[in-house]
């Protein structure tokens, strides 16, 4: 079964850290490159970074410098390491892989930063 399972989200104050998992189905994982996506309230999803097979990232503008997509191979895993949090960056996030499938879309991990 194909499985998409986002987990590390939850409240952090501005300038802090979180570290969210992607635990993949192989299937997935071995065939895509992989992506982290989020949605804020009232906006469309969006990309925040991706990795390809060979390792290459790609950031959107908004998190560069700040967010750091990696991959365990041996855990078909996929994180984000997210530094200096900003207001702007809560939202849900989500992974798939790249380019998304809408049928691989999970329930995501809320990211919230607040003080």
């Known amino acids: 079964q194909v499985q998409l399972v986002e987990s590390g989200g939850g409240l952090v104050q501005p300038g802090g850290s979180l570290r969210l998992s992607c635990a993949a189905s192989?299937?997935?994982?071995?065939?895509?490159?992989m992506g982290w996506y989020r949605q804020a309230p009232g906006k469309q999803r969006e990309l925040v970074a991706r990795?390809?097979?060979?390792?290459?990232?790609y950031y959107a503008n908004s998190v560069k410098d700040r967010f750091t997509i990696s991959t365990d191979n041996a855990k078909n895993t996929v994180y984000l390491q997210m530094n200096g949090l900003k207001p702007e960056d809560a939202a849900v996030y989500f992974c798939?892989?790249?380019?998304?499938?809408?049928?691989?879309w999970g329930q995501g991990t809320q990211v919230t930063v607040s003080s």
């Open positions: 192989e299937i997935i994982f071995r065939a895509y490159a």
């Open positions: 798939n892989r790249f380019p998304s499938y809408d049928a691989y």
């Open positions: 990795i390809g097979n060979s390792g290459v990232t």
